[in-house]
């Protein structure tokens, strides 16, 4: 059973500072990993893909991806209140198989 | 570009109907999947179709799911016989091409409620 966890939260931040999401996957074998995120009633809409080991930037936003210790974080810095939503870690284990496994998500507040 | 569209936006149906939702990808993507999302189990992944085949339905919940692909684009997912349990966002997405490392773009969601 390929498992990813996220811890549900909420996270509280205030505006300006830098929140930090965290991820754990259970298939050793998974092969790319996604962050998206999630408005109350919307779809998820993708925010960062990371493949390889290390940090990936985009903006705002840092993924960073360590697959011996099987985790993967995202960094949003000068957090902003548009940033408050639900953020849902997948993981595509690859291998003949294309399917993304989610987290259940973390709820992510940021204060003004 | 155009996203991915789904039809409809929301559902009310009563026990028993059978439900048919419709799933049209991004333009020149091949591969396209189906998830559903319910309070408290987070986005479960049902089925996936590359063309038109379906190599993977591990995720279709009983026999009353089913769906089909045609002309490698638009997707419907039909739910016979539909029951409370079944109430939930069914969200379909698309990709660019098959394999392990292409991002996949998410549609607005059909919202089904089973009365």
């Known amino acids: 059973q390929k498992e990813v966890e996220q811890n549900s939260g909420p996270l509280s931040v205030p505006e300006g500072a830098i929140a930090s999401l965290n991820c754990t996957y259970s298939?050793?074998?998974?092969?790319?990993f996604f962050w998206y995120r999630q408005y109350s009633g919307k779809s998820p809409e993708l925010i960062m893909s990371i493949y390889s080991n290390g940090d990936k930037e985009d903006g705002r936003f840092t993924a960073q991806l360590n697959k011996a210790s099987q985790y993967v974080s995202l960094l949003i810095r000068d957090s902003q209140p548009s940033d408050s939503a639900t953020y849902l870690c997948a993981v595509n284990s690859g291998a003949g198989s294309y399917q993304l496994t989610f987290g259940k998500g973390t709820k992510l507040s940021v204060i003004p | 570009g155009a996203g991915v569209s789904q039809s409809p936006s929301n559902k009310v149906t009563e026990k028993g109907k059978d439900v048919e939702l419709r799933c049209d990808p991004i333009s020149g993507h091949t591969a396209l999947y189906w998830y559903r999302q319910s309070l408290g189990q987070g986005l479960e992944f049902l089925i996936y179709?590359?063309?038109?085949?379906?190599?993977?339905k591990s995720g279709l919940p009983s026999d009353r799911f089913s769906a089909e692909r045609t002309g490698g684009s638009v997707s419907t997912l039909t739910i016979q016989r539909t029951q409370q349990e079944d109430s939930a966002v069914y969200l379909c997405?698309?990709?660019?091409?098959?394999?392990?490392?292409?991002?996949?773009?998410f549609g607005p969601g059909t919202r089904l409620t089973v009365l």
């Open positions: 997405a698309s990709s660019l091409e098959r394999n392990s490392y292409n991002e996949q773009f």
């Open positions: 179709f590359q063309g038109n085949s379906a190599p993977d």
């Open positions: 298939d050793r074998g998974s092969q790319s």
